[in-house]
């Protein structure tokens, strides 16, 4: 039997190991495109669902046909100028999301920290993300050292949402709550979730060399 390791580490994706170098802005050009002729009212609430769709809307890398399927509870007029979107307007919000997701790039030294914290902890990952931005992550191999990746976009769920860290919490159970850190970049999705379950929280400063310092931080 293997003995036990130090804990559990669950980590945030972007801004705690790797990052957007260029923002496309794609999906906030086409929710200003669909809240067009809303009253002023009107447009925060398509905004928190609109966020809210593109996160939990499945395996589809088609960001328009994720968003149709959802069935969005979106005032009829977007949903009118949703279903009538033409294809060009399509073609270049899925540009967009492309673009950006080839500019994604990894925090320093990311896969040989990994296999080295892995080697002491287990590790988490609990992301928020659409489906798209899962490849950048998955095709280099870095989920190899995790014990479970859990995206929002496939389970339904968006942190701060306690739910979506107890499903973390599933692949830790043996450990108590005062070995098990939740390690991100923003205090009101990561450090919520951690605080409402009494968890530790390290909050990443969301710069290049973080991951290498953490790591140090862990592995003295």
């Given at each position: 039997m293997l003995p036990m390791k130090k804990g559990a580490l669950i980590f945030d994706l972007y801004g705690t190991l790797m990052q957007v170098t260029t923002r496309m802005h794609q999906y906030a050009i086409l929710c200003r495109f669909l809240e067009n002729g809303l009253e002023e009212s009107e447009k925060p609430?398509?905004?928190?669902e609109f966020k809210r769709v593109f996160l939990t809307c499945g395996t589809s890398t088609d960001i328009v046909t994720s968003l149709i399927d959802a069935k969005p509870n979106f005032p009829s007029k977007v949903i009118d100028r949703l279903s009538t979107l033409?294809?060009?307007?399509k073609r270049t919000t899925q540009h967009l999301v492309e673009k950006e997701v080839q500019s994604v790039a990894p925090f320093d030294d990311l896969g040989k920290c990994l296999k080295l914290l892995s080697e002491h902890y287990d590790l988490i990952?609990?992301?928020n993300l659409a489906t798209p931005f899962k490849e950048p992550f998955l095709s280099r191999g870095y989920g190899e050292s995790f014990k479970a990746c859990i995206f929002?976009?496939?389970?339904g769920m968006v942190k701060p949402d306690v739910n979506i860290f107890k499903e973390a919490l599933k692949h830790c159970d043996e450990y108590p709550n005062g070995k098990i850190m939740v390690v991100g970049d923003k205090m009101h999705t990561d450090g919520r979730g951690?605080?409402?379950?009494?968890?530790h929280y390290f909050k990443s400063h969301g710069h290049q060399t973080f991951v290498r310092e953490f790591t140090q931080f862990m592995l003295p």
């Open positions: 609430e398509v905004k928190k033409n294809e060009g307007v990952l609990v992301s929002s976009c496939d389970v951690a605080e409402a379950l009494n968890l």
